[in-house]
């Protein structure tokens, strides 16, 4: 998988809970309202069921999860791929 | 989906029944009247493994599969709503740890939750704070390397008993999870009775009067205790909680084939007249919908899919909507010997109204279900827009 995929399945899940809403890559989810706490856990299970890490204690940080980039940034780190976008 | 019992599973689930049915079932009336659970039933339990079994073997538990989890919670269920209640807060303290804790944490504490060593309390509401647990009142404070912990938690499923408490309170605006000894210096806490339902399943209010707590007890980190940990732990509630419910319906059922298929009257036995088969048609039905929804729930958790989280939600919702209309209906069909505590399905009835509050209302779970009934509607929109756009191309 590369970061070009990391970003398009985070956009596509994201996109999904917002109601098909077109979300910017850089916007910060949880500063404008836009997400809750079930996202939260929901988002959880896709980042470990699509791109197949487990995301521990020392992963909760909101840098990691705020925006469609963050969560491709921080999947990459985790995977170990090199982020060229 | 597959909903067809492995062997391994079929065994299981025959020998909850009979552990239900022989343990269980003859004393459940008397436990409810007398507002206890007996320490030698837990010891029971936990001596056949079954509260550890959650914990993967690894840390000394039956590592069971989710069908298997839930069928043992339909067992226990059927038997006891309030042992349930147990099983189901011990199973969210496990599954919090097991997720947010760091590896000292879980051996330090999986091995004796699975034994039963310990056993595990849920503390989130408050007198003040109920759905909305972001305004939790009970407060932690970290000083040199410990967490000073002041507040009250009310109806805490077997507070009486619990060894070990997964608590949630705030520390500088922020949601933080704590694990919290009963040992603990300032820790109180005070039996409930007189309750509807969950008669015996030890409720207690809960107090923390400058508890301090070592640094280390915390899952998860600040600002994520209610959304991850509680988040965690909630969805394994219910999903308990759903499949608990099934038993209850089961066991309502179960009640009112018997008692209609032994009971005369107008000269012909009560399954004979057709408003009553009316009444068995829907509680049958319902209780085989009730199992549909938990076996889904079961596929989406092994395959740990993000969907697990709502199609759990509905589960629940319709597993306690369905146990509340089953043991009602249940009532109805043995009449006034359903109202005596002679027989079980009164207290059916009112353990199953406790499931439609706990674990988020059905209210909450309605607003949850709704919005992602909408996210559904408009994601099918729009693929089909877009499907019908490339066509034309």
Same mark, same amino acid.
């Given at each position: 998988m590369n970061f070009e995929e990391l970003i398009s399945k985070s956009h596509a899940f994201v996109t999904q809970y917002l109601n098909g809403a077109d979300v910017d890559l850089d916007i910060d989810l949880f500063a404008t309202g836009m997400v809750n706490s079930l996202f939260a856990m929901q988002l959880v299970l896709f980042v470990e069921k699509e791109f197949g890490f487990a995301v521990a204690n020392e992963d909760l940080d909101y840098d990691n999860f705020r925006s469609i980039n963050a969560i491709a940034d921080f999947a990459a780190r985790k995977l170990g791929l090199t982020v060229n976008a | 989906?597959?909903?067809?019992?492995?062997?391994?599973?079929?065994?299981?689930?025959?020998? $909850?029944?009979?552990?239900?049915?022989?343990?269980?079932?003859? $004393?459940?009336?008397?436990?409810?009247?007398?507002?206890?659970?007996?320490?030698?039933?837990?010891?029971?339990?936990?001596?056949?493994?079954?509260?550890?079994?959650?914990?993967?073997?690894? !840390?000394?538990?039956?590592?069971?599969?989710?069908?298997?989890?839930?069928? +043992?919670?339909?067992?226990?269920?059927? %038997?006891?709503?309030?042992?349930?209640? +147990?099983?189901?807060?011990?199973?969210?303290?496990?599954?919090?740890?097991?997720?947010?804790?760091?590896?000292?944490? =879980?051996?330090?504490?999986?091995?004796?939750?699975?034994?039963?060593?310990?056993?595990?309390?849920?503390?989130?509401?408050?007198?003040?704070?109920?759905?909305?647990?972001?305004?939790?009142?009970?407060?932690?404070?970290?000083?040199?390397?410990?967490?000073?912990?002041?507040?009250?938690?009310?109806?805490?499923?077997?507070?009486?008993?619990? @060894?070990?408490?997964?608590?949630?309170?705030?520390?500088?605006?922020?949601?933080?999870? +704590?694990?919290?000894?009963?040992?603990?210096?300032?820790?109180?806490?005070?039996?409930? @009775?007189?309750?509807?339902? $969950?008669?015996?399943?030890?409720?207690?209010?809960?107090?923390?009067?400058?508890?301090?707590?070592?640094?280390?007890?915390?899952? %998860? =980190?600040?600002?994520?205790?209610?959304?991850?940990?509680?988040?965690?732990?909630?969805?394994?509630?219910?999903?308990?909680?759903?499949?608990?419910?099934?038993?209850?319906?089961?066991?309502?059922?179960?009640?009112?084939?018997? !008692?209609?298929?032994?009971?005369?009257? $107008?000269?012909? !036995?009560?399954?004979?007249?057709? +408003?009553?088969?009316?009444l068995l048609t829907d509680m049958i039905t319902q209780a085989q919908a009730t199992r549909m929804l938990c076996y889904r729930a079961a596929a989406l958790k092994e395959q740990a899919d993000p969907s697990v989280i709502m199609e759990t939600a509905m589960a629940k919702y319709f597993a306690s909507q369905a146990a509340v209309k089953i043991s009602t209906d249940a009532i109805q069909i043995h009449g006034a010997n359903g109202c005596s505590d002679k027989y079980p399905v009164q207290r059916y009835l009112r353990d199953s109204k406790i499931m439609e509050i706990i674990e988020g209302s059905n209210q909450m779970q309605q607003i949850m279900i709704a919005k992602h009934g909408y996210q559904s509607h408009v994601m099918n929109e729009r693929r089909q827009a877009e499907r019908a756009k490339r066509e034309t191309k």
């Open positions: - | 989906m597959d909903i067809q019992l492995s062997e391994k599973q079929q065994s299981a689930q025959d020998e $909850f029944r009979d552990f239900v049915d022989r343990k269980i079932m003859p $004393f459940a009336n008397d436990h409810d009247k007398q507002e206890t659970m007996p320490a030698t039933l837990i010891q029971e339990v936990a001596d056949k493994g079954y509260l550890g079994g959650l914990v993967p073997e690894q !840390y000394g538990g039956n590592g069971m599969d989710s069908v298997t989890w839930g069928l +043992l919670c339909e067992e226990i269920g059927r %038997g006891s709503a309030s042992l349930m209640s +147990l099983f189901t807060v011990h199973s969210m303290v496990i599954q919090a740890i097991l997720k947010w804790g760091d590896e000292s944490s =879980r051996e330090r504490w999986l091995p004796r939750l699975a034994t039963g060593e310990i056993i595990g309390g849920f503390a989130l509401t408050e007198p003040n704070v109920g759905s909305d647990a972001t305004a939790i009142e009970t407060n932690a404070t970290l000083d040199e390397g410990q967490w000073c912990v002041n507040g009250q938690k009310c109806w805490i499923s077997f507070g009486q008993v619990a @060894s070990l408490f997964l608590v949630f309170a705030q520390t500088e605006g922020k949601s933080i999870a +704590l694990l919290v000894e009963r040992e603990c210096d300032g820790f109180s806490s005070e039996p409930i @009775s007189g309750m509807l339902g $969950f008669r015996s399943a030890m409720l207690a209010n809960i107090k923390f009067d400058h508890c301090k707590i070592p640094e280390s007890n915390l899952l %998860g =980190r600040p600002g994520f205790g209610f959304s991850h940990v509680g988040g965690t732990a909630l969805d394994q509630g219910r999903y308990s909680i759903a499949w608990g419910c099934l038993g209850l319906a089961q066991g309502g059922l179960n009640a009112s084939l018997a !008692y209609a298929g032994k009971r005369k009257q $107008f000269g012909v !036995y009560l399954n004979e007249h057709q +408003l009553i088969q009316a």
